[in-house]
């Protein structure tokens, strides 16, 4: 087992806690969590898929609807299409195994109507919400599985800037909205993936009421760390993570396709009242 002080001081860059902590295999697990990107190409053993989906339906699902679907991309030339749309990001043809997470009321909407009933709220945007959630929260359950398997795993929220692509590419019906891929397989053990180091808890932990201004400290701290980060991995960034992040607001050129969002959810159905 991972020396606890250790893993946590990968995960906050410094040891964030003074006492002893309740401890385990699964804690352990959750905390060495890494985005993969690059893949051995040993295919998964057989089974691994409907396994991972398994853990993905173990999660919770608003209301028991079950709101989310996944496409196992599975044909090589569709691989190489969403590798295209995907910002051309290797792991997406590299690794054995690409998951589609889908917010899926079309299913719902076709129970609808093979019953010959109305399906108004699908008009509202709290019901995509809630698809949203049950696709993400599926998601990383199937994560974990795939990690507790010894598998990496790397999500791909790109797929989003080529939306409208994507649902062709799969033969998406109307209501079913692609929210992110994932990859899943063996890690290249030649290319080490670190544990990037994430904003300390008096940042994110409120107690009681939201204190925003009394995350200065803690933002300041943490842009500290991450310098210290990006020189290690050797990373092209020049400037702290505030400044990082704050460039990527500042404009509409990060959001690339994903700023024509509401027009290509109307074109999926959605009206989004």
Same mark, same amino acid.
């Given at each position: 087992?991972?020396?606890?002080?250790?893993?946590?001081?990968?995960?906050?860059?410094?040891? #964030?806690?003074?006492?002893?902590?309740?401890?385990?295999?699964?804690?352990?697990?959750?905390?060495?969590?890494?985005?993969?990107?690059?893949?051995?190409?040993? #295919?998964?053993?057989?089974?691994?898929?409907?396994?991972?989906?398994?853990?993905?339906?173990?999660?919770?699902?608003?209301?028991?609807?079950?709101?989310?679907?996944?496409?196992?991309?599975?044909?090589?030339?569709?691989?190489?299409?969403?590798?295209?749309?995907?910002?051309?990001?290797?792991?997406?043809?590299?690794? #054995?195994?690409?998951?589609?997470?889908?917010?899926?009321?079309?299913?719902?909407?076709?129970?609808?109507?093979?019953?010959?009933?109305?399906?108004?709220?699908?008009?509202?945007?709290?019901?995509?919400?809630?698809?949203?959630?049950?696709?993400?929260?599926?998601?990383?359950?199937?994560?974990?599985?795939?990690?507790?398997?010894?598998?990496?795993?790397?999500?791909?929220?790109?797929?989003?800037?080529?939306?409208?692509?994507?649902?062709?590419?799969?033969?998406?019906?109307?209501?079913?909205?692609?929210?992110?891929?994932?990859?899943?397989?063996?890690?290249?053990?030649?290319?080490?993936?670190?544990?990037?180091?994430?904003?300390?808890?008096?940042?994110?932990?409120?107690?009681?009421?939201?204190?925003?201004?009394?995350?200065?400290?803690?933002?300041?701290?943490?842009?500290?760390?991450?310098?210290?980060?990006?020189?290690?991995?050797?990373?092209?960034?020049?400037?702290?993570?505030?400044?990082?992040?704050?460039?990527?607001?500042?404009?509409?050129?990060?959001?690339?396709?994903?700023?024509?969002?509401?027009?290509?959810?109307?074109?999926?159905?959605?009206?989004?009242?």
């Amino acid at each position: 087992m991972t020396n606890p002080v250790e893993l946590l001081r990968s995960r906050y860059g410094e040891i #964030p806690f003074n006492y002893d902590l309740p401890w385990n295999d699964s804690v352990e697990m959750i905390l060495s969590h890494r985005s993969v990107r690059s893949y051995l190409p040993d #295919p998964l053993p057989s089974g691994t898929l409907e396994l991972l989906v398994a853990a993905a339906q173990s999660a919770a699902s608003s209301a028991n609807m079950q709101t989310w679907s996944v496409v196992a991309v599975e044909d090589q030339e569709r691989r190489e299409e969403l590798y295209k749309l995907a910002n051309n990001q290797i792991h997406v043809k590299q690794a #054995p195994l690409f998951l589609v997470w889908l917010a899926d009321l079309g299913r719902l909407a076709h129970i609808a109507d093979s019953r010959g009933l109305p399906h108004v709220a699908l008009d509202y945007i709290e019901l995509l919400i809630k698809a949203i959630v049950d696709a993400s929260i599926a998601a990383q359950n199937a994560t974990l599985a795939a990690e507790s398997l010894g598998l990496g795993t790397g999500y791909i929220g790109a797929i989003r800037k080529n939306t409208q692509e994507v649902a062709t590419l799969l033969n998406l019906p109307p209501f079913v909205f692609p929210v992110f891929g994932l990859c899943v397989g063996y890690p290249n053990p030649e290319v080490k993936a670190a544990i990037k180091p994430r904003l300390p808890q008096s940042a994110v932990l409120h107690r009681d009421t939201y204190k925003l201004a009394e995350q200065e400290e803690a933002i300041a701290r943490y842009n500290d760390i991450m310098k210290e980060f990006y020189t290690e991995q050797k990373m092209n960034v020049a400037v702290d993570w505030s400044e990082h992040s704050a460039e990527r607001i500042a404009t509409l050129d990060y959001l690339k396709g994903c700023k024509n969002l509401r027009e290509t959810l109307n074109n999926f159905g959605f009206k989004l009242l």
